[in-house]
């Protein structure tokens, strides 16, 4: 039997066609059988309903290392092999499209992840059935569960090296230690957190037992799908050519906007979804803010390095009277705006919504759940959305104004814009201590002054948090980090390429 995505084929003949697929799959399958009926014979006296019961948890478990640790890892390794040995050039040729080429990479690599996982589909429906459970409902809404958290986990897994080749392990890594790692870590993320929909609240083996499904997993998977569909648009842009950028400006708000979303839903929920073993966690809403605040300006670079590099582009084909010149991109200063009102939403909106969830007290198995309440009140000031949006304006547009400063000089661009916001974000706060722990002889507890607010890190940090100085002077010292690096581009000569 042949298939007819190409890619999925030749991947799938790697492993040795459907035949060594359909016998691993048997003999798994037997070997499974003929444990869980010895141990039935074995369990006597202990009824064997309860028996296939615990071996019920068994196959989730072993559904939970099928799906996403052995698929993810067998995507990954197969689209890694193929960009580092230049491979997937040879497949850019072939008449095969972008999306067909994703979805190839994905079940092809995981064909055998994919057959494992339906025989323990099925042992674990019939297993419930005559189980203590005394119903398929749980298994099979479990699965569903963790069904579609490994799908789109596959599809950030063919994304990833695509555009950074070792982010692929990363990921990996982070799986890991969402599911058993420390609890700090988890709940300094709770956005991150929010998209493991099988590890939220009771977890999938809580589902199994309870025949429902938390309201909180639903929507992780809604956010799950939404990452997905991101990520394939990403992998099928970077898979037609490998020199344009996996997201524009254009699906580069959308990521931003997707973000916030994630984020406000585990901001809000965070004390409703977290599973019972994170129970114990002390962190603050405020530092889980923060957190997310401070990615929300990393994530707002996406879309203005795409606007920055198109800018760059076309200017360069105007330059040499491209016959073929399209319109002029969207202005890098309304993709900035618009970066910057999204970003803004987040704090605006995350705090009502916490409280909303803190006015309703939440009861989860029959106990009330204590949910930490943010210091700043249900009512958040208007003068304090609009700060956070001049900060993230601020520092979106000097990083704008720096990319096409290079991009127009031919200079690489990665490590210098690293550079450069570990310099606005960390410098202002240290020249500060610096000078003002000098100044004191590092006798006074206060060795921050409102210079410090400069760095548009210190800034958030003050704004949402009971800090008691100002920001005021710190947000103009952005805006004119903006407008030197401003002048910079606009005077700092006409030659423009992009590399």
Same mark, same amino acid.
């Given at each position: 039997?042949?298939? !007819?995505?190409?890619?999925?084929?030749?991947?799938?003949?790697?492993?040795?066609?459907?035949?060594?697929?359909?016998?691993?799959?048997?003999?798994?399958?037997?070997?499974?059988?003929?444990?869980?009926?010895?141990?039935?014979?074995?369990?006597?006296?202990?009824?064997?309903?309860?028996?296939?019961?615990?071996?019920?948890?068994?196959?989730?478990?072993?559904?939970?290392?099928?799906?996403? &640790?052995?698929?993810?890892?067998?995507?990954?390794?197969?689209?890694?092999?193929?960009?580092?040995?230049?491979?997937?050039? #040879?497949?850019?040729?072939?008449?095969?499209?972008?999306?067909?080429?994703?979805?190839?990479?994905?079940?092809?690599?995981?064909?055998?992840?994919?057959?494992?996982?339906?025989?323990?589909?099925?042992?674990?429906?019939?297993?419930?059935?005559?189980?203590?459970?005394?119903?398929?409902?749980?298994?099979?809404?479990?699965?569903?569960?963790?069904?579609?958290?490994?799908?789109?986990?596959?599809?950030?897994?063919?994304?990833?090296?695509?555009?950074?080749?070792? #982010?692929?392990?990363?990921?990996?890594?982070?799986?890991?230690?969402? =599911?058993?790692?420390?609890?700090?870590?988890?709940?300094?993320?709770?956005?991150?957190?929010?998209?493991?929909?099988?590890?939220?609240?009771?977890?999938?083996?809580?589902?199994?037992?309870?025949?429902?499904?938390?309201?909180?997993?639903?929507?992780?998977?809604?956010?799950?799908?939404?990452?997905?569909?991101?990520? %394939?648009?990403?992998?099928?842009?970077?898979?037609?050519?490998?020199?344009?950028?996996?997201?524009?400006?254009?699906?580069?708000?959308?990521?931003?906007?997707? %973000?916030?979303?994630?984020?406000?839903?585990?901001?809000?929920?965070?004390?409703?979804?977290?599973?019972?073993?994170?129970?114990?966690?002390?962190?603050?809403?405020?530092?889980?803010?923060?957190?997310?605040?401070?990615?929300?300006?990393?994530?707002?670079?996406?879309?203005?390095?795409?606007?920055?590099?198109?800018?760059?582009?076309?200017?360069?084909?105007?330059?040499?009277?491209?016959?073929?010149?399209?319109?002029?991109?969207?202005?890098?200063?309304?993709?900035?705006?618009?970066?910057?009102?999204?970003?803004?939403?987040?704090?605006?909106?995350?705090?009502?919504?916490?409280?909303?969830?803190?006015?309703?007290?939440?009861?989860?198995?029959?106990?009330?759940?204590?949910?930490?309440?943010?210091?700043?009140?249900?009512?958040?000031?208007?003068?304090?959305?609009?700060?956070?949006?001049?900060?993230?304006?601020? =520092?979106?547009? !000097?990083? #704008? %104004? &720096?990319?096409?400063?290079?991009?127009?000089?031919?200079?690489?661009?990665?490590?210098?814009?690293?550079? =450069?916001?570990?310099?606005?974000?960390?410098?202002?706060?240290?020249?500060? =201590?610096?000078?003002?722990?000098?100044?004191?002889?590092?006798? #006074?507890?206060?060795? &921050?002054?409102?210079?410090?607010?400069?760095?548009?890190?210190?800034?958030?940090?003050?704004?949402?948090?009971?800090?008691?100085?100002?920001?005021?002077?710190?947000?103009?010292?952005?805006?004119?980090?903006?407008?030197?690096?401003?002048?910079?581009?606009?005077?700092?000569?006409?030659?423009?390429?992009?590399?």
């Amino acid at each position: 039997m042949q298939i !007819s995505n190409s890619i999925a084929w030749a991947h799938l003949q790697l492993k040795g066609g459907w035949r060594n697929i359909l016998t691993t799959s048997v003999t798994y399958f037997v070997i499974l059988l003929v444990v869980i009926f010895a141990s039935v014979r074995l369990a006597d006296p202990t009824p064997p309903a309860q028996v296939l019961g615990g071996w019920v948890f068994i196959l989730m478990g072993l559904q939970i290392g099928t799906l996403v &640790l052995f698929g993810c890892w067998a995507i990954s390794a197969a689209i890694r092999k193929d960009v580092t040995s230049k491979i997937i050039e #040879s497949h850019r040729l072939m008449p095969v499209s972008g999306a067909d080429a994703v979805a190839g990479y994905i079940l092809g690599p995981a064909s055998q992840a994919i057959a494992f996982s339906c025989v323990n589909l099925v042992l674990g429906l019939v297993l419930s059935r005559f189980s203590s459970f005394g119903g398929t409902q749980g298994w099979l809404y479990a699965n569903l569960v963790l069904g579609v958290f490994a799908a789109c986990a596959w599809i950030v897994m063919v994304f990833l090296p695509l555009v950074l080749p070792v #982010s692929s392990r990363l990921l990996i890594g982070l799986i890991w230690v969402i =599911f058993v790692g420390y609890e700090t870590i988890p709940a300094l993320l709770p956005g991150v957190s929010f998209l493991f929909g099988p590890a939220l609240s009771g977890s999938v083996f809580d589902i199994i037992t309870t025949g429902q499904v938390a309201e909180g997993q639903i929507l992780s998977m809604l956010g799950q799908i939404l990452v997905a569909v991101l990520c %394939y648009v990403g992998a099928v842009r970077k898979y037609r050519r490998d020199d344009l950028l996996a997201w524009g400006p254009g699906v580069g708000l959308a990521v931003v906007a997707a %973000y916030v979303v994630i984020q406000l839903a585990g901001l809000a929920l965070w004390d409703v979804i977290k599973p019972w073993a994170w129970r114990t966690s002390r962190i603050s809403f405020e530092v889980q803010l923060l957190i997310a605040a401070t990615g929300a300006l990393l994530i707002g670079l996406i879309p203005v390095h795409g606007a920055a590099w198109l800018h760059a582009s076309w200017e360069r084909r105007r330059a040499l009277n491209d016959p073929a010149l399209n319109r002029r991109p969207i202005a890098v200063g309304v993709v900035v705006l618009i970066a910057a009102v999204i970003i803004a939403a987040l704090p605006a909106l995350a705090v009502p919504a916490r409280w909303h969830v803190v006015s309703n007290a939440p009861v989860v198995r029959g106990q009330p759940i204590s949910i930490h309440e943010p210091l700043t009140g249900p009512d958040v000031p208007l003068e304090a959305i609009v700060r956070t949006g001049l900060v993230a304006a601020a =520092f979106l547009l !000097s990083v #704008s %104004y &720096l990319l096409r400063w290079l991009y127009r000089r031919e200079i690489r661009t990665r490590w210098l814009v690293v550079f =450069f916001v570990l310099l606005t974000w960390a410098g202002p706060p240290m020249l500060d =201590f610096m000078g003002e722990g000098m100044r004191t002889g590092f006798e #006074s507890d206060d060795v &921050l002054t409102t210079r410090a607010g400069c760095s548009p890190l210190v800034a958030m940090v003050w704004q949402w948090t009971s800090s008691g100085l100002s920001t005021n002077p710190g947000i103009a010292g952005q805006w004119l980090i903006a407008g030197v690096m401003g002048a910079v581009y606009h005077f700092g000569g006409k030659k423009t390429a992009v590399r």
